[in-house]
T-cell receptor, first 115, second 115 residues
Framework: QKEVEQDPGPLSVPEGAIVSLNCTYS??????FMWYRQYSRKGPELLMY????GNKEDGRFTAQVDKSSKYISLFIRDSQPSDSATYLC???????????????FGKGTKLSVIP | DTGVSQDPRHKITKRGQNVTFRCDPI?????LYWYRQTLGQGPEFLTY????????KSRLLSDRFSAERPKGSFSTLEIQRTEQGDSAMYLC?????????????FGPGTRLTVL
């Protein structure tokens, strides 16, 4: 079992739809939970991060973390064609913990928003 | 452009040849990371530097791989005796060590094809 599991999709939705992306993980030492967006043949760029459990909202994007279930989600409201990309979840431990410097990524979910 | 830069962007080589990639981090960032991403997968951690010291290497980094950051600024990743399995996108990221969350900023990557 990989440390981070993410359904690779592909996921195709109509413009304006609500998109739900999620990851599960097995390492309880993870404390920071991130969502990166990666366009084709580009490097990942950070969308949002959450520390420990809880919700965080930024415009049309909402990130949720449930540490008890080891489950994280990203919701995109009013999806736009420009949101079409691969979305990667990533996790890391605390600064003082082992492996805290490295990110552990999921496989990524390829999203297409159809006009 | 003050982001992370990588050179070259693409490299095609024959099996058995040596290749070297360069990464220039964001200027004040003291941490530098190398990741490898194969098609359909998320990035996987290879190694990281804090200033000029290489502090961790993944077991993915075989003896044929070597990384340096001689003056704590740019870094190079060399692969000796390349194999077809080395074909991947090699991503560099940098961050500034500080309190709390340290965002890793990724470069555009170097895409390696080994024939």
């Amino acid at each position: 079992q990989k440390e981070v599991e993410q359904d690779p999709g592909p996921l195709s939705v109509p413009e304006g739809a609500i998109v739900s992306l999620n990851c599960t993980y097995s390492n309880s030492a993870f404390q920071y939970f991130m969502w990166y967006r990666q366009y084709s043949r580009k490097g990942p760029e950070l969308l949002m991060y959450t520390y420990s459990s809880g919700n965080k909202e930024d415009g049309r994007f909402t990130a949720q973390v449930d540490k008890s279930s080891k489950y994280i989600s990203l919701f995109i409201r009013d999806s736009q064609p420009s949101d079409s990309a691969t979305y990667l979840c990533a996790m890391s431990g605390m600064e003082s913990g082992a492996g805290s410097y490295q990110l552990t990524f999921g496989k990524g979910t390829k999203l297409s928003v159809i006009p | 452009d003050t982001g992370v830069s990588q050179d070259p962007r693409h490299k095609i080589t024959k099996r058995g040849q040596n290749v070297t990639f360069r990464c220039d981090p964001i200027s004040e960032h003291n941490r530098l990371y190398w990741y490898r991403q194969t098609l359909g997968q998320g990035p996987e951690f290879l190694t990281y530097f804090q200033n000029e010291a290489q502090l961790e290497k993944s077991r993915l980094l075989s003896d044929r791989f070597s990384a340096e950051r001689p003056k704590g600024s740019f870094s190079t990743l060399e692969i000796q005796r390349t194999e077809q399995g080395d074909s991947a996108m090699y991503l560099c990221a940098s961050s500034l060590l500080g309190q709390g969350f340290n965002e890793q900023f990724f470069g555009p990557g170097t895409r390696l094809t080994v024939l």
